[in-house]
């Protein structure tokens, strides 16, 4: 038995087929993982995502602290609210992971990372921050559902009181206010507007109760993942990790170099390849022929394996099986991918493969 979120028993509830996902028990789709994603793209879902990691910091020398952390700049976080996507890099320049950063004040900031790096993250944080002197304070009474699609802002709006509404609908994209004890986010992993709400642990189920009530439906994590690989979106562990620069993960607008001064972790392995070419890059690839495309298959040109696929599925508004891969720079045009014996052509392209809820690609 793994960790269970606030929303554990609704997930049950609702049908959810429910799998082990980083040592959380967590709902893979509630019946069909399509009509799910469709949902998302056409209307609005919602998805438990409360087993991320929240960590709080706080200190006088806080910002100095993430100015070294963090591969972007926190410097550009001025505004209450104002959130910034970025990497935590190692020494040698391999992603430790990727997160997104608040600003609060001056003396407070806050964190969101992964789940399935929680152990190792909170590790590096605290090594580096009581250097800083700045605390590290891990959220554990508090539960987040991410409302995405092209109705989930309006959807929320009807369900806040009206000061949480007049907040909300102020943001701008990657803002975040905190209202009668809501955090809201404007943020998320599909590609399509909406909000990451966070709200106590204990007000979580009703939360939920009522966004289901207005027809926004529950989405699991098989279309999460199909929803963010339609939309481009990285995913830890497969198309970066501490063996993989973001410069070859397609991250390398995430890496803020000026000023010049600053040295955060990192940087001078990275330096070298700034502006060099780089050995290795990170395409779209579309198969056109029936199959699905799935981590780990090999990448052929001329006969020769050239990389792999590092992530990949059936993509529902192409109609067709999608990937990220790894490949060598001067890779382009055709690829042959390798699955169950058989060498299927593949078009190479550059993600995303769907924008504002439309194919890119046809």
Same mark, same amino acid.
């Given at each position: 038995?793994?960790?269970?979120? =606030?929303?554990? &028993?609704?997930h049950?509830?609702?049908?959810?087929?429910?799998?082990?996902? !980083?040592? +959380?028990?967590?709902?893979?789709?509630?019946?069909?993982?399509?009509? #799910?994603?469709? @949902?998302?793209?056409?209307?609005?879902?919602?998805?438990?995502? /409360?087993?991320?990691?929240?960590?709080?910091?706080?200190?006088?020398?806080?910002?100095?602290f993430?100015?070294?952390?963090?591969?972007?700049?926190?410097?550009r976080l001025?505004?209450?609210?104002?959130?910034?996507?970025?990497?935590?890099?190692?020494e &040698?320049?391999?992603?430790?992971?990727?997160?997104?950063?608040?600003?609060?004040?001056?003396?407070?900031?806050?964190?969101?990372?992964?789940?399935?790096?929680?152990?190792?993250?909170?590790? +590096?944080i605290?090594?580096h921050?009581?250097?800083?002197?700045?605390?590290?304070?891990?959220?554990?009474?508090?539960?987040?559902?991410?409302?995405?699609?092209? #109705?989930?802002?309006?959807?929320?709006?009807? %369900?806040?009181?009206?000061?949480? $509404?007049?907040?909300?609908?102020?943001l701008?994209?990657?803002?975040a206010v905190?209202?009668?004890?809501f955090?809201? /986010?404007?943020?998320?992993?599909t590609?399509?507007?909406?909000?990451?709400?966070?709200?106590?642990?204990?007000?979580a189920?009703?939360f939920? $109760? $009522?966004?289901? @009530?207005?027809?926004?439906?529950?989405?699991?994590?098989?279309?999460?993942?199909?929803?963010?690989?339609e939309?481009?979106?990285? %995913?830890? /562990?497969?198309?970066?990790?501490?063996?993989?620069?973001?410069l070859e993960?397609?991250l @390398? +607008?995430?890496v803020?170099?000026?000023?010049?001064?600053?040295?955060?972790?990192?940087? !001078?392995?990275?330096e070298?390849?700034?502006?060099a070419?780089?050995?290795?890059?990170l395409?779209?690839?579309?198969?056109?022929?029936?199959g699905?495309?799935?981590?780990h298959?090999?990448?052929?040109v001329?006969? &020769?394996?050239v990389?792999?696929?590092t992530?990949?599925?059936?993509?529902?508004?192409?109609?067709k099986?999608i =990937?990220?891969?790894?490949?060598p720079?001067?890779?382009?045009?055709?690829v042959?991918v390798?699955?169950?014996?058989?060498?299927?052509?593949a078009?190479v392209? @550059?993600?995303?493969?769907? $924008?504002?809820?439309?194919?890119?690609?046809e």
């Open positions: 038995m793994g960790a269970k979120t =606030a929303l554990y &028993q609704e049950l509830n609702l049908g959810a087929k429910v799998v082990d996902f !980083a040592g +959380w028990d967590m709902p893979l789709h509630y019946g069909s993982q399509v009509e #799910e994603h469709y @949902k998302v793209r056409g209307d609005a879902g919602m998805f438990d995502v /409360s087993h991320m990691t929240f960590v709080d910091l706080k200190g006088e020398r806080v910002r100095e993430l100015r070294y952390l963090l591969a972007n700049n926190v410097d001025k505004s209450p609210g104002r959130a910034l996507y970025t990497c935590m890099l190692n &040698q320049g391999g992603v430790v992971d990727d997160l997104i950063v608040y600003y609060f004040d001056e003396t407070y900031f806050r964190m969101v990372v992964n789940a399935a790096t929680h152990d190792k993250d909170m590790v +590096w605290e090594r921050a009581v250097i800083f002197d700045v605390s590290v304070t891990e959220l554990t009474d508090v539960a987040l559902l991410a409302v995405q699609g092209p #109705e989930a802002r309006n959807k929320v709006h009807d %369900l806040l009181s009206p000061a949480q $509404r007049e907040k909300a609908e102020a701008a994209p990657f803002n905190e209202s009668e004890g955090f809201i /986010s404007r943020t998320g992993y590609g399509e507007d909406g909000y990451e709400v966070m709200v106590p642990a204990d007000q189920v009703d939920w $109760r $009522r966004l289901h @009530k207005i027809g926004v439906h529950p989405v699991g994590l098989g279309a999460r993942d199909t929803l963010r690989l939309a481009g979106m990285d %995913l830890y /562990s497969a198309e970066m990790d501490e063996e993989t620069s973001p993960a397609g @390398k +607008w995430t803020a170099w000026e000023p010049q001064d600053r040295n955060f972790i990192g940087r !001078a392995a990275l070298p390849q700034y502006n070419i780089p050995a290795r890059k395409v779209g690839l579309i198969l056109d022929d029936r699905v495309l799935r981590g298959q090999r990448v052929i001329d006969g &020769q394996v990389g792999e696929v992530s990949g599925s059936f993509s529902p508004t192409l109609g099986a =990937a990220f891969a790894r490949v720079y001067d890779v382009s045009g055709q042959l390798e699955m169950r014996g058989k060498q299927l052509p078009r392209v @550059k993600p995303p493969f769907v $924008r504002h809820g439309k194919a890119c690609f």
